[in-house]
């Protein structure tokens, strides 16, 4: 499995900006399809963004789509979470995830591959 570490995590108050990175080690950065997740006190981890191997093809929830941007640097084994107009609802751990199934996914169980999180923290 690639190994995933994340950061960039913060308090920042609502209407504010974040960008995550999330840099992986180990194996082939390409062959995994991104993700970025979150979990909130007391909540199930859900889906946030989702990336493809080439980033050609991304996907969001709802809740975040026209705010959040996921973007991938193959060439620094890197992918990114830009958070802007944030919201004190958007407040949660942010976990990325990879995987090498071929099967376009927004389960957790699609996911073989996580970081160990950063929080995310908005203020009203």
């Known amino acids: 499995q690639v190994q995933l570490v994340e950061s960039g995590g913060g308090f920042v108050q609502a209407g504010g900006s974040l960008r995550l990175s999330c840099a992986a080690s180990g194996r082939t950065f390409g062959d995994y399809a991104m993700a970025w997740f979150r979990q909130a006190p007391g909540k199930e981890r859900e889906f946030v963004a989702r990336?493809?191997?080439?980033?050609?093809?991304?996907r969001y929830s709802d809740s975040v789509k026209g705010r959040f941007t996921i973007s991938r640097d193959n060439a620094k084994n890197t992918v990114y979470l830009q958070m802007n107009s944030l919201k004190p609802e958007d407040t949660a751990a942010y976990y990325c995830?990879?995987?090498?199934?071929?099967?376009?996914?927004?389960?957790?169980?699609?996911?073989?591959?996580w970081g160990q999180g950063t929080q995310v923290t908005v203020s009203s």
């Open positions: 995830a990879g995987s090498t199934g071929g099967v376009v996914t927004t389960l957790t169980s699609g996911y073989g591959s």
């Open positions: 990336i493809s191997r080439s980033g050609v093809v991304t």
